[in-house]
């Protein structure tokens, strides 16, 4: 391995130190519905974005809230080291993806049938350290 290439991977190497992901797959709550509470804390700190996920009355709020302990404590694995709150945690990315349906038929009138679509989803959450060295 070449030089530059050795460095290049040192270099991704130590990015990826600095993030860690936890994911939730087959969540049974429409898409829709848990991206509204997605939205409300993508891009912020985690202590404050578990403030609002803690009194949010949503049922979405309790399920991200349980992922976002999950993605920091991933993080304090990957960094035995460092403190979470020297880190400077925040929400770098929360993708929340369609999952599989659950199809069912419902009575409707003059021997008719409805189709219910039971939707489901996949959230991902990507935490990531705040590196105040970059200009």
């Known amino acids: 391995m070449g030089v530059r290439k050795r460095e290049m991977a040192e270099r991704i190497k130590e990015e990826k130190k600095q993030i860690a992901f936890a994911k939730l797959n087959?969540?049974?709550?429409s898409p829709?519905?848990?991206?509204?509470v997605a939205d409300l804390v993508r891009g912020v700190k985690v202590e404050k974005a578990l403030h609002i996920l803690r009194f949010n009355p949503k049922e979405a709020s309790r399920r991200l809230e349980k992922l976002l302990l999950s993605a920091i404590a991933n993080w304090q694995a990957k960094n035995e080291d460092a403190s979470i709150e020297d880190a400077d945690l925040f929400i770098k990315e929360i993708r929340v993806d369609g999952g599989s349906m659950l199809k069912r038929l419902r009575p409707a009138p003059q021997g008719r049938?409805?189709?219910?679509?039971?939707?489901?989803?996949?959230?991902t959450i990507v935490v990531a350290a705040n590196n105040n060295t970059q200009s």
């Open 113 to 123: 049938a409805h189709r219910i679509r039971k939707r489901s989803n996949h959230v």
């Open 32 to 36: 829709r519905k848990m991206r509204l």
């Open 26 to 29: 087959n969540c049974p709550t």
